[in-house]
């Protein structure tokens, strides 16, 4: 499997940096592209709705959204720098390809409606600012795809910087919108107490809270990070994590910033007036300028509309190419998924608005919501999942106490996503003069994602129970050999491949060389990765392969062997030829019976060819 985000993977040196302030600024940036997702279009209108219907009391909601997301890109950020892999090549080396694939289609619908929701944005930005039509608008946003082409030409901190200066133009904005308004202070910190002034106000907060963690964002962020070249020993890593978790701290402070100025300034405005039903960004720009007394205010209100409709889409239209290559191994041009990705969100903006008029853009910035909601669940438990693996993150595993917060952050998110779900479901069931149509089509879907949720959560646990429970470790090997006093053989290859064959090898090398001879347990990975990357492969294989050796290794030497391991990577018999000819081995041992691999190099021509390699007695076991 190639590099996430091949063409930026690694080309930022964090390295040879003289001060602490140098160091922290070399891996300071990825987290910058994920804020942008957690301040686009999508959020202002849940944000304007809890503000201008409740005032201040939902400030809270945005507090403890904010610190669900900071767990959850944590998380991710730890995935990217460990494993080397995204979100979606991890799911890709641990999923059947069928499962992969509904991932996958999710997963792209999911990035095609958060796309849809920044297009929208940046459209009403534009027809705000300019009064270009929002058909044109839509148009126009193709060309940020280009932009982005340029951009990531230029290196990932020239895109890291234009993000950034786009991040700061919304900050900026608002800022000035919160001195126009002038929101009273005690208000606000009183927001930042826990209440639910009604239930209309519960759904206006699972509505902030399903806004809040984007799916793409953590596909996103486990690539982003693997853009920093670091040392790869065990404190490089340590280092990589802390840096990375204080980038994430600032960048998503800086995200629930812009939410909450924009839920203050619905307060501040509309809430303070009476004015308890603006939910349209559109309503609430003509409404400023009167409320505020400023031309200014709803001018800054457009100009921070684009900056988070441009951001987002970039980042979207990254994750879409980071999702395709993760889950499908499959590269095409860049430019090329770029604009695929685009079109999938342009053209049903343009035919929706064609045919329904502009009045619609609120609903479908809505449908937009809804969709992520479904696709929620199918990124943050494989999440979970995966940097709780003590074997896929070589001992960088989160904690007890972390897996615990993960899965209650993770419950509430899900169960209050699946319920706007549900909501949304009924009333269309409600209001549509033809649910018959709904009941065959709809609830089926939503009932078959459901299930594969409930898979997805469940199947690794029954996994490491049944792996605990037909373990093929050397626990039970019988260290038994005949003592017959005169050994000739010093220096001992083992061909290993964790099969039962192992037992009757090792024992019949023992034979050949008692207690003083040196051992060496050979063990070839040949996996496609394996073949075609060789030793710079890092797949789940490798990792348990590489596990189960050194199991070998600890319970020989604690009986008293000299025993070393040697990993080998590609075709079984090449590579065992190169392994032991490089060495000053007396003889090699195999087993008869392993994996196809095995037999392959046992039967036929293939032992030839490895007795032809070798210059040293093959020593075959049979059962």
């Not at 999508?42 to 009391?57: H, I, P, R």
């Not at 053209?347 to 969709?371: C, D, N, R, Y």
């Not at 005169?486 to 090898?505: C, P, Q, R």
Request: with cysteine.
């Amino acid at each position: 499997m190639g590099k996430s985000l091949e063409e930026v993977n690694q080309t930022v040196a964090t390295q040879g940096k003289t001060t602490i302030f140098r160091k922290i600024l070399a891996f300071f940036g990825p987290a910058y592209l994920i804020s942008v997702g957690y301040m686009d279009p999508g959020n202002w209108a849940t944000d304007l709705a809890g503000g201008s219907q409740f005032g201040y009391s939902l400030l809270w909601v945005l507090l403890m959204s904010n610190i669900m997301a900071l767990l959850l890109q944590s998380l991710s950020a730890r995935l990217g720098i460990v494993t080397q892999r995204d979100l979606a090549q991890a799911s890709r080396e641990t999923y059947s390809k069928f499962i992969n694939y509904i991932l996958y289609f999710l997963a792209e619908i999911a990035i095609a409606a958060c796309d849809l929701a920044e297009v929208l944005g940046m459209a009403i930005g534009l027809n705000l600012l300019f009064g270009i039509p929002l058909i044109q608008g839509v148009v126009i946003t193709v060309l940020d795809t280009f932009l982005l082409l340029f951009l990531i030409n230029k290196g990932i901190r020239k895109m890291e910087a234009f993000i950034i200066a786009l991040v700061a133009i919304i900050g900026f904005s608002f800022i000035f919108e919160m001195i126009f308004a002038q929101p009273e202070i005690k208000s606000v910190l009183s927001g930042l107490i826990p209440s639910i002034p009604s239930e209309a106000a519960l759904y206006i907060a699972i509505g902030i809270i399903g806004a809040t963690v984007m799916p793409h964002n953590l596909y996103l962020h486990s690539s982003l990070v693997q853009t920093r070249k670091f040392d790869r020993s065990k404190a490089g890593i340590k280092q990589a994590l802390k840096y990375n978790f204080i980038d994430s701290t600032i960048a998503l402070n800086l995200a629930f910033f812009v939410n909450a100025a924009i839920l203050i300034l619905a307060a501040a405005t509309f809430y303070k007036n009476g004015l308890f039903e603006v939910a349209e960004i559109q309503d609430a720009h003509q409404l400023l300028a009167p409320m505020l007394g400023t031309k200014w205010a709803p001018i800054l209100f457009a100009v921070a509309l684009i900056a988070a409709g441009q951001s987002s889409t970039i980042t979207g239209t990254l994750a879409g190419q980071i999702i395709m290559e993760g889950y499908l191994n499959l590269r095409i041009q860049p430019w090329v998924r770029r604009i695929i990705t685009r079109l999938i969100a342009i053209v049903p903006a343009v035919i929706v608005i064609s045919i329904f008029g502009e009045s619609v853009t609120g609903k479908m910035l809505i449908l937009s919501q809804v969709i992520l909601s479904l696709q929620l669940g199918f990124a943050i438990i494989p999440l979970i999942h995966f940097v709780s693996d003590k074997s896929k993150m070589k001992g960088f595993h989160i904690s007890k106490t972390t897996q615990i917060a993960s899965w209650i952050v993770a419950l509430i998110i899900v169960s209050l996503n699946a319920k706007l779900v549900f909501n949304e479901i009924q009333g269309w069931l409600q209001s549509s003069s033809n649910p018959i149509i709904l009941w065959l089509t709809v609830v089926p879907l939503a009932f078959g994602f459901l299930v594969l949720l409930l898979y997805i959560v469940f199947k690794p646990f029954i996994t490491k129970a049944k792996h605990n429970i037909d373990n093929h470790s050397p626990h039970n090997l019988q260290l038994k050999f005949s003592q017959t006093g005169s050994y000739t053989k010093k220096n001992i290859a083992i061909s290993v491949d964790f099969s039962s064959a192992d037992e009757i090898a090792i024992n019949s090398a023992f034979e050949l060389g008692g207690m003083d001879a040196n051992y060496t347990l050979i063990h070839v990975v040949e996996t496609v990765g394996a073949i075609i990357y060789g030793d710079n492969i890092d797949d789940h294989e490798t990792i348990i392969d590489e596990k189960l050796l050194k199991e070998y290794k600890d319970m020989l030497t604690q009986k008293g062997f000299k025993v070393n391991t040697k990993l080998g990577f590609g075709k079984p018999n090449a590579t065992i030829a190169k392994i032991i000819n490089e060495s000053n081995f007396d003889v090699l041992v195999m087993g008869t019976h392993g994996h196809t691999g095995l037999k392959d190099i046992l039967f036929g021509t293939t032992v030839d060819k490895l007795r032809h390699k070798i210059s040293i007695p093959l020593f075959i076991v049979k059962n």
